[in-house]
């Protein structure tokens, strides 16, 4: 692969995270009130922390790229593929800003 076609996988690959983070978030936050609050709740019933929920719910999509990169590439379509990456790639992006606020609020 060359560096024009990598810039271009991952040009698509930020557009796909940009598009699911806003329309997850109209899912879970309508009316975007606290984007985390679905990892804040989680990480009360769990008794842990914001990022240490969401890592617990990141481990999942972790375990089904595992899973599907051992059974065997070729069985899954690129949707497939784009979906699970997406997904994690967007817990990250989500764990960073949830760092950001928790070291905001510990500051205030």
């Known amino acids: 692969m060359t560096t024009d076609e990598l810039k271009v996988v991952f ?5 796909r995270c940009r598009e699911v983070l806003l329309q997850k978030g ?5 009316d975007e009130a606290d984007r ?8 009360s019933l769990q008794h ?3 990022a240490n929920a969401l890592l ?16 065997g590439t070729e069985n899954y379509d690129a949707e497939m593929w784009d979906e699970k990456i997406t997904d994690a790639l967007n817990y990250l ?8 606020e928790e ?6």
């Open 11 to 15: 040009e698509e690959q930020a557009q």
């Open 48 to 50: 842990t922390s914001p």
């Open 93 to 100: 992006f989500i764990l960073s800003a949830i760092i950001k």
């Open 103 to 108: 070291k905001r609020d510990q500051k205030n």
């Open 26 to 30: 109209l899912e879970y936050t309508p």
């Open 56 to 71: 617990g719910m990141l481990s999942k999509h972790i375990v089904s790229l595992y899973d599907m990169s051992f059974i």
């Open 36 to 43: 985390f609050s679905s990892f804040k709740t989680a990480a």
